[in-house]
């Protein structure tokens, strides 16, 4: 299994299908736009893995600071094809994930996952992680 990190528009043309399973709502317009953003603030990069020519799974993450955390990989969206899972490849993605973070002297790693989400939950416990918060939010309805 090769994890590469997206680089062009065909990369995040071929990844797209594969975030929207996480991300249904999401439109391509919207997706490029907000990881552009996320490039341009912290530096964020997407991952994926290809069986051939067909992305089976994607990986975006970033490098953020906090009082909280200090520095830290927080990983946005972890996603594996539905066809695809339970073969090790989300586990290889959080690997790989691992690497980024020590190799940029990060003191951990972090992320989220809907409450209602048991399989997601159950797969990081199984991978070693450990649930320490449970995460608010508030969604702001109008122009912002």
């Given at each position: 299994?090769?994890?590469?990190?997206?680089?062009n528009?065909?990369?995040?043309?071929?990844?797209?299908?594969?975030?929207?399973?996480?991300?249904?709502?999401?439109?391509f317009?919207?997706?490029?736009?907000?990881?552009?953003?996320?490039?341009?603030?912290?530096?964020?990069?997407?991952?994926?893995?290809?069986?051939?020519?067909?992305?089976?799974?994607?990986?975006?993450?970033?490098?953020?600071?906090?009082?909280?955390?200090?520095?830290?990989?927080?990983?946005?969206?972890?996603?594996?094809?539905?066809?695809?899972?339970?073969?090790?490849?989300?586990?290889?993605?959080?690997?790989?994930?691992?690497?980024?973070?020590?190799?940029?002297?990060?003191?951990?790693?972090?992320?989220?996952?809907?409450?209602?989400r048991?399989?997601?939950?159950?797969f990081?416990?199984?991978n070693?992680?450990n649930?320490?918060?449970?995460?608010?939010?508030?969604?702001?309805?109008?122009?912002?």
């Amino acid at each position: 299994m090769k994890i590469i990190k997206a680089e062009n528009h065909r990369d995040f043309e071929a990844i797209f299908p594969v975030i929207r399973e996480l991300r249904p709502n999401l439109t391509f317009h919207e997706y490029t736009d907000l990881m552009m953003n996320a490039k341009l603030r912290d530096d964020y990069d997407i991952v994926a893995v290809f069986d051939g020519p067909k992305c089976i799974a994607a990986m975006g993450y970033r490098i953020l600071y906090d009082f909280v955390h200090g520095k830290h990989l927080y990983i946005d969206d972890l996603v594996v094809t539905e066809s695809c899972r339970s073969k090790g490849i989300g586990a290889e993605l959080l690997r790989y994930a691992e690497q980024v973070a020590v190799e940029k002297k990060c003191k951990g790693l972090r992320l989220c996952t809907g409450v209602d989400r048991k399989d997601s939950q159950r797969f990081y416990e199984r991978n070693n992680w450990n649930a320490r918060a449970i995460a608010y939010k508030k969604t702001i309805s109008g122009d912002v």
